[in-house]
């Protein structure tokens, strides 16, 4: 029975990789940073935008979303938030090597990397109701937005920022939803129709990948948090 189990999950995953990679839907968007810049070697000022996205097929060739986010679009930093059971590991040691030979820094921002920032993402689906677990998942979001999106690697953005996860629905959406509220301060009803939009949502009859407890979290999310993530 235990065989039995573990080669119905291996199974169940690899369609799902199969899905994500033959579907080619990148289930991609894109963010503008308000009042963030970065200046190009010609002295050029341009907005910094945050490119939104799931796990993207073969990152590695001519003409692939990453590799064009990369050549075309001024990606210099990629935030990696999958942390999940699909088994993907060539396509992410792949975009390592795309980010470093175009020049851009690679974070894999999981417990896994030692980033610290724990698995926050299971925390607010598990354990919601549980103060400590919820607040603690929050502070380790907002860490994350100011140390990979505001401040990669220590500095203002050098350039554009491509964050993505398995699917581009849940871990992207909540950093994407937390910096569109937080950062360019959007009012919520337009946070939450991109949140829909990027699970699928149509109606409550076809709601796609929608979960209310994304929603609940980004609604509850502090801002204050973002800043405080800096202090010592």
Known sequence: ADLQEKLRSLLFWRMVRAVLIEGDNNNLGAIALAGRTWTDDAGAVHPVVVFRSGITPTPEADGSCFRSLLEHADVRHVVNLFDGKIPVADLIAAEGRAATAHG????????????????????????????????????????????????????????????????????????????????????????????????GWHDDAHPGGFEAGNVTALEDFDCALIDAASAP
């Not at 974070?107 to 990397?113: R, Y």
């Not at 929050?138 to 505001?150: D, G, I, Y």
């Open 104 to 199: 851009a820094t690679y974070v894999t921002a999981t417990d896994e990397q030692g980033t610290g920032y724990g698995r926050w993402r299971d925390a607010l689906k598990e354990h919601y109701d549980d103060p400590a677990q919820r607040d603690q998942a929050f502070r380790a979001m907002a860490r994350l937005v100011r140390e990979q999106v505001l401040l990669p690697g220590g500095a203002p953005p050098r350039g554009n920022i491509h964050l993505h996860c398995g699917g581009g629905m849940h871990r992207s959406g909540l950093i994407a939803g937390i910096v569109e509220k937080c950062v360019n301060r959007a009012p919520m009803d337009q946070v939450l129709d991109h949140y829909r939009y990027h699970v």
